[in-house]
């Protein structure tokens, strides 16, 4: 079965702490990967998508990483700032868009 | 301004009480598709379409209908809502990276919509 687990599942850090999210899926044919964002009560906002062929993918202070042999994928915050604060969510691209549970992230200022 | 709209963003309803929740996309994306987000379960895929005239049923298809008779459009139909069909419904667009195949839907970048919350008494 296609799935996708996040660990941790809750975090909570100070501001300007660097950080990493995990996200691991079970079937290594996967077609892409993608990031996103998730603020309370608002749609999904597309961080960073990561093509099979790919390694990693950067934008500003996030940088998301795949290894597709031992699959998973991680997703770095650097310096975290308290407008980071939001639900984190893998998805894998099979033959169908597979999502995590996410991560909640708080950063404390 | 590159965007998926999603209406209505709220609503209540009662059972049995047809409606239809419509979503727009001006990015001209081949691939739409319905999710539905409940407490934890995450984000389930409820129908796709990966181009005009062309739908296919997700996980969770009972109990709701679409259509895609222009490429911008993709309305949910709930033909009898009943109350385990309240949750919150996201629509979202994708290009294609797949050019013409039909066999599976690879997309690009997802867009979301900011999500329909519905209620069913």
């Known amino acids: 079965k296609q799935e996708v687990t996040q660990i941790p599942a809750a975090l909570s850090v100070p501001e300007g702490e660097n950080l990493v999210l995990n996200c691991s899926f079970t079937?290594?044919?996967?077609?892409?990967l993608q990031w996103f964002r998730q603020d309370p009560g608002k749609g999904l906002t597309s961080l960073l998508l990561?093509?099979?062929?790919?390694r990693e993918q950067t934008s500003g202070r996030l940088n998301a990483s795949l290894d597709k042999s031992s699959g998973r994928s991680t997703l770095y915050i650097a310096a975290s700032q308290p407008g980071d604060s939001a639900t984190y969510l893998c998805?894998?691209?099979?033959?169908?868009?597979?999502f995590g549970a996410g991560t909640i992230l708080r950063v404390k200022s | 301004e590159a965007q998926v709209t999603q209406n209505p963003r709220y609503l209540i309803t009662v059972t049995g009480k047809k409606l239809t929740v419509t979503c727009s996309q001006n990015?001209?994306?081949?691939?739409m598709s319905w999710y539905r987000q409940d407490p934890g379960l995450g984000l389930r895929q409820i129908y796709y379409?990966?181009?005009?005239?062309?739908?296919d049923k997700g996980d969770v298809p009972e109990g709701y209908k679409v259509s895609r008779k222009e490429k911008r459009n993709f309305p949910l139909i709930l033909e009898s809502p009943s109350p385990n069909q309240t949750s919150l419904y996201f629509c979202?667009?994708?290009?294609?990276?797949?050019?013409?195949?039909?066999?599976?839907?690879?997309?690009?970048?997802?867009?979301f919509g900011e999500g329909s919350r519905l209620t069913v008494l």
């Open positions: 979202a667009s994708s290009i294609r990276e797949d050019g013409d195949s039909y066999i599976h839907p690879n997309t690009g970048e997802l867009f």
């Open positions: 079937d290594s044919a996967i077609y892409n």
């Open positions: 990561i093509q099979s062929s790919q």
């Open positions: 998805a894998v691209m099979w033959n169908k868009l597979v």
């Open positions: 990015m001209n994306h081949e691939y």
């Open positions: 379409s990966m181009n005009v005239e062309v739908t």
